[in-house]
């Protein structure tokens, strides 16, 4: 990954590109973008590109609606599907103000604000996703169907498994653009898919996730195919989760090593996430359609946490050295990345700077004691209603995210919980809100 401007611009210059996709995240983390010729990326740099930024909900308003996209010269990757000869290339951007400041409800910069405050404290902090999706036939248009791609089960092989040369094909392209995959296999449900990637510091894992579902999706287009992150797109069959592993480190030291001893500042770490779970459920899970998620196939409803048991909202892995982490069970792939990790590294360094104390660990089957576990635990939200108002009332979220972000972004929630509840099919509202998007 080239890092330097003049480096961008001769490789720009020697391996034929001839359109530059400057790509950033609204609010939701849907992915937007601008396309540039060569002779502007020196521009770009040096003033950034406007755009209209009173088109997207958080951003501006009719009366001031400028806003500037500067690129990101680390995030330089080469678009593999596209031809060979007048290549295209991406950046992510940074969003600026016309005169200079930084945009304080861009997504990259609401996370970089929270990794400063975390090495504050002499920390880094790095995320691995685990993200789950699956693959639906196309009707004789061309349009997505309920109709998934194979009947296979969890690791089954071809030719049970239609989807291996699908995933063969992501996994290569995602090496192609720089990023790491770790291990793919067919999930639980038919036509399901998970594949996971290499750790990596905040923004840089934001920027993958971001590119890994534009790939996914890309992938399963070229064959014929549609891929849903729809958190439950099939009643009856598991959902698809977007596991979010972390680990924090210092002085290169993995602090995990330490989980459970006396004063630890992991078990301080994870008590503050668990203490804002609910306050930023609707972050973690965006949609209407998360929520049918929670309490089956292995979806977490209860805020407790245990060593390897998958039924609480945090586990520990069994693993070692570097690979020591927390395992994040909630979150669907809707989310935006870059608010998700902000808010969950921001809610672990209030649990560090008040010294939260962790309650002992669920080792019980939570999926089959329900009774005993409601009188136990606090529970996630059961809708996406309850979320807003928990949202709503909550102090730590209007700490931490920009007023117009945090307002634009309930709101429009607020409406997508509305529509929900007057619908008269409520399947296929969701269908209609969610399906193509997500």
């Given at each position: 990954?080239?890092?330097?401007i003049?480096?961008v611009?001769?490789?720009?210059?020697?391996?034929?590109v001839?359109?530059?996709?400057l790509?950033?995240?609204d609010i939701f983390?849907i992915?937007?973008?601008?396309?540039?010729?060569?002779?502007e990326?020196?521009?770009a740099?040096s003033?950034g590109?406007s755009?209209?930024?009173?088109a997207?909900?958080?951003?501006?308003?009719?009366?001031s609606?400028d806003l500037?996209l500067?690129?990101?010269?680390t995030t330089?990757?080469?678009?593999p599907w596209?031809?060979?000869?007048?290549r295209?290339?991406?950046?992510?951007c940074?969003?600026?103000?016309?005169?200079?400041?930084p945009f304080e409800?861009?997504g990259r910069y609401?996370l970089r604000?929270?990794?400063?405050?975390?090495r504050?404290l002499?920390?880094e902090c790095?995320?691995?996703p685990?993200?789950?999706?699956?693959?639906?036939?196309?009707?004789e248009?061309g349009?997505?169907?309920l109709?998934p791609h194979d009947?296979?089960?969890?690791?089954?092989?071809a030719p049970l498994d239609?989807?291996?040369?699908?995933?063969r094909q992501?996994?290569?392209?995602?090496e192609e653009?720089g990023?790491?995959?770790?291990?793919?296999h067919?999930?639980?449900g038919?036509?399901?898919?998970?594949?996971?990637?290499?750790y990596?510091?905040?923004l840089?894992a934001?920027d993958n996730l971001?590119?890994y579902?534009?790939v996914?999706k890309?992938a399963?287009?070229?064959n014929?195919?549609?891929a849903?992150f729809l958190?439950?797109p099939?009643d009856g069959?598991?959902?698809?989760g977007?596991?979010?592993n972390l680990s924090l480190?210092?002085?290169?030291e993995?602090?995990?090593?330490?989980?459970g001893?006396?004063?630890?500042e992991?078990?301080a770490?994870i008590a503050?996430i668990?203490s804002r779970?609910?306050e930023i459920?609707i972050?973690?899970?965006?949609l209407t359609?998360?929520?049918?998620?929670?309490?089956?196939?292995?979806?977490?409803?209860f805020i407790?946490?245990?060593?390897q048991n998958?039924?609480?909202?945090?586990r520990?892995?069994?693993?070692?050295g570097a690979?020591?982490?927390?395992?994040?069970?909630?979150?669907?792939?809707a989310?935006n990345p870059y608010?998700?990790f902000?808010?969950l590294?921001?809610a672990?360094i209030e649990?560090?700077?008040?010294?939260?104390?962790l309650?002992p660990p669920c080792n019980?089957?939570?999926?089959?004691?329900e009774?005993?576990a409601?009188l136990?635990y606090?529970?996630?939200?059961?809708?996406l209603?309850?979320?807003?108002?928990?949202?709503e009332?909550s102090?730590?979220?209007?700490?931490i995210?920009?007023?117009r972000?945090l307002?634009?972004y309930?709101d429009a929630k607020?409406a997508?919980?509305?529509?929900c509840?007057?619908?008269?099919?409520?399947?296929?509202t969701?269908?209609?809100?969610?399906?193509?998007?997500?």
């Open positions: 990954m080239t890092a330097s003049s480096d611009l001769e490789y720009i210059e020697e391996n034929d001839k359109f530059i996709r790509a950033f995240c983390g992915q937007k973008n601008i396309s540039i010729m060569p002779s990326l020196d521009r740099f003033e590109i755009f209209d930024a009173s997207f909900s958080g951003f501006m308003n009719i009366e609606s500037l500067y690129p990101d010269p330089l990757s080469i678009l596209r031809p060979s000869h007048g295209v290339v991406r950046f992510y940074d969003i600026r103000y016309p005169d200079g400041k409800g861009d609401i604000q929270a990794v400063r405050r975390l504050q002499n920390l790095t995320v691995g685990e993200s789950e999706f699956y693959l639906f036939e196309l009707d248009s349009n997505p169907t109709s009947r296979a089960g969890y690791f089954d092989i239609r989807g291996e040369n699908v995933r992501i996994c290569l392209t995602l653009m990023i790491q995959p770790e291990a793919s067919h999930e639980q038919p036509g399901q898919h998970e594949i996971d990637f290499k990596s510091n905040p840089r934001a971001t590119t579902k534009w996914v890309t399963a287009a070229s014929g195919l549609f849903s958190p439950k099939l069959r598991p959902g698809s977007l596991h979010i480190f210092r002085d290169g993995n602090v995990f090593g330490r989980f001893q006396p004063g630890s992991i078990d770490f503050g668990l779970a609910r459920s972050f973690l899970n965006p359609n998360s929520y049918d998620r929670f309490g089956e196939f292995e979806a977490p409803r407790t946490w245990s060593h998958r039924s609480p909202l945090i520990i892995p069994a693993a070692s690979m020591r982490r927390m395992e994040l069970r909630s979150p669907d792939g989310i608010l998700a902000a808010l590294m921001e672990g649990g560090l700077l008040e010294k939260r104390q309650d019980r089957n939570l999926f089959v004691e009774e005993d409601a136990r606090s529970q996630l939200p059961a809708d209603g309850e979320a807003l108002q928990v949202a009332d102090e730590f979220l209007r700490r995210l920009p007023e972000t307002r634009s309930l607020r997508e919980w509305e529509r509840r007057a619908a008269d099919d409520l399947h296929a969701e269908r209609e809100m969610y399906f193509i998007r997500f």
